[in-house]
């Protein structure tokens, strides 16, 4: 039986990384499900469903942090594509970026800005409009 | 002569980060007075300046980062200072915190969430309301 | 009330890093309690609880991915004691440090090392015997 | 003439790391022979036959410092290979990367997790047991 | 009409990164053209025209605090051309990723000089003498 | 007996890093002195005796990938010690920083300024002449 964490969780990712976040969920099923289980109830079900901050403000950080960080490449493309989702613009996104620049360096903007191109392309493809 | 970006970016950096960011500067002025005139030109003329995002988001994106980094706690909490300065609730700044316990890991959100206690107990001492 | 989450982590939180672990907890009561009850619920009540690697391997890992990182000095010193508490030597401690000075470069092995030795000169004054 | 310590490292590096060591060796030979055998002669020669620290113990501390630092994952395979080889269980490998999740948050888990499955593939393919 | 920083910047671009460089600024053409204009402006038109450092000396450093990072190997290979490009020979790069080892650890200086590699392999496709 | 590759690495860590080397040497006899032996014998027996790179460009490397990490403050100030005792004047040292705020944001080279400030103060009170 699913707990009101992992309901609550799982309504969370879908609606802030789609499809991208069901798919790193799937990918775990073999492997370790129950670290896919703890990303549904932790991340999702405690902290994004806080409130206090809006969804826009998570990703923000979100978005930030990890372009900062430099080493998840991966996340920090579901999570650009989280913040579109949740109502930043791409030219926020894009913003979000140049900011990085100041504080963890060009090569960490460049490669953040890089990894927007690439979801931009992909959201084109798919047809959505922003 | 000051150039107009210094001029702007002199104003961005007093609207921003106060008497803290004033410190830093101060600070460089016998070593480094180039650096100290590259950082009120390129992050505060150049790029706090640039709208698209209001100054709070830029402000979340950038305490997300540096407690997500993890290794410039001066920085942190003078940016802390700085988020609540242009509008952030000392809620707001705990939140980012948590949320960064998810992508940098607890020990990050900790010593980020114990920068923001050192800064909330600063600005009781200076009576500020928030 | 309590979930089981919360009573099997705070039991296994105690039996782990001991009074430094409580401190932790006692230090976020007033800014952030949400944060220190999720650190009780999934770090000690999940994660720690989970079995197949032993307490002793669990702290292994952490203490070489904290000195890795190198910039979490306070939960590095929490988990030598909590290492040393679940069943490690000082000696193995030490050997953990001289481990990453391969993976992470010698000064991470250096600032690990010196606060391994802060851990040791504060239990020898607590009389711990290892 | 090798030195004891080359000959020692490289007993040991064959013991840990088997071919995908060995691979590494061979891949600096033209562009930077002096580094393969700093490889051979400091981690292998000296490190990892010091004792103290079983094998198993020492590649759970490199497995958890590379899955924490993110930056490094050809090495952090190589390593998850050793773990297996030197006693390791598959199962234990998955749980040092649950670990991380808490010491350097959910992505650095991600890449972990995923770079062990990729390893777990690789085995099967060879038709090794663990 | 391009700035005094704007028209210095680009030069220097020019002389240390070659059409390496070129390709970054144009490839953040249609995304973000500020980025491409804060590069030439600042990194190129302020900090490497300052003198004091030879350029030699700027990519000695730079190539150390890119591969030490180990999170921006684009960005690295870029400044290993670059540092080619101003009077570093190839052992002398070499060199740098030896000494890194010490540092960051041997994974960084492993991926130092695996990105070494694969620019001297593309330099020696393009006919160039070191 | 001493080997051959620690007297050379003795005699270079006390050319290259003075006191203050043979501080953190003496700081790790009790704890772990065989880890003390290695830095001897591998950084400073075996890398830094290599030649083809200069000592100052060593140093120059160096200083500017532990400003980067910015994870390592007591082993930054040892090696801007360093630098300045091998040929590096303070203004090159104050260059370093300002090259690392393009390459991994003003934080760290603030951080890495404010050590130099540091180090030349206490070299004023030794009445040292760089």
Redesign the interface.
Known sequence: MKSDRYKRGWEKLKEIDGHAGER?IE??KD??P??AR??IE??FG??YS?G??SLK??E?????????????Q??LKVHIHGALNVGCTR??V??????????????????G??A??EV?VERDKEGQSN
């Open positions: 790193v990918a775990l492997i370790a129950d670290l703890y990303i932790f991340p405690d902290v806080r206090i901050l403000e998570r923000i950080a979100t978005v930030a942090a990890l372009a900062a960080l430099g080493n998840a991966p996340q030219q926020e894009v913003e979000i970026m140049i900011q990085m620049a100041v504080y963890a360096g060009f090569p960490a903007a460049l490669n800005m890089f927007a191109k931009f």
